[in-house]
Structures are given as structure tokens and as C-alpha cells.
């Protein structure tokens, strides 16, 4: 299942909450319902944080799934502009952030291993052939968390 964020933040908006971190709250356990139903879950998400990425692993090891963490980046500035000021909003009131907005966001650099696809020399086949390989790569059992 895809579940994406700016659906639920626009649905809670729309709805007249004031979305912070609450977004974030839904999806994790929107995730885990369906991860402990057998289903894939792609969380299409900004995930700027350490703690957001802690928090949709600690999703992933409570329903004892498997986790591929990836980031997409776009390495070609000119074009990540480009693709960030021609980008339309396709839900009903939903504002699509400024590029100047993108560049003030609080972002975190990654301290983990993960898989890193940049955009601006990967199709999007491409794209989709990686995480796949990256997939069948993945341990058949979750790597849980060793006991102290």
C-alpha cells in the first residue's frame, strides 16, 4: 500500500487541525495496521529527521517486517529547482511548498545505511529496478534490535 503523507496532512487540514507532527502520528499507525495485516507499505514521506526515521523503523520492528530505507535526492540543483516551482498541487487545498521553502526546511543528514537513488540520473524505471534488487538483498527475517 502507498501512503503518502501530504494526503493526510491535507485530509487533517482540511478538517481544521493545525498539522505538525500529527500526520506523521496517522501514517505510522495507518503503516502498522497494514504491515501486521501482510501487506507492503511504501511511506512516500519528506522523513527530514533521525526521529522520523527511528520512528517508521520502531513501525517496522513492532510488526516484525523487514525495512529498506531509501532517500531519493536530486543531485543537479537547476533541476530540483525546476521540478519543485513546476509542481501543481492534485489534492483539493493543498499548497506545494516555494523553493525557497524547500531550501529552509529543517533537513538532517543521514547517519545510517540506506538506499540513496538520485533522481537526476535514475529514471524512474531505474528507480523502481533498485529498490526491487535492494529488496531481494534484505535479510529474510527483520533485523531486530539485539537485547542488552
Known sequence: MHLR???IEQALRNAGVRVEGEGYAVAYA???D???AGRTVIADCVNPWPLTRDAW???A?????RVLEVELACSDPAEHRR???SRVPDLAGHRVPSWQEV???SYHAWDRDRLVLDTARLST?????AIIGALTQLPKSPQLPKSP
Open 30 to 32: 495507518v503503516a502498522e
Open 125 to 129: 524505471d531505474q528507480s523502481v529496478n
Open 103 to 105: 531550501l529552509d526546511r
Open 34 to 36: 497494514n504491515l501486521c
Open 83 to 85: 521540478r519543485i516551482e
Open 61 to 65: 520492528e513492532r510488526a516484525g517486517v
Open 5 to 7: 503523507i501530504d494526503s
Open 57 to 59: 523503523r520502531a513501525v
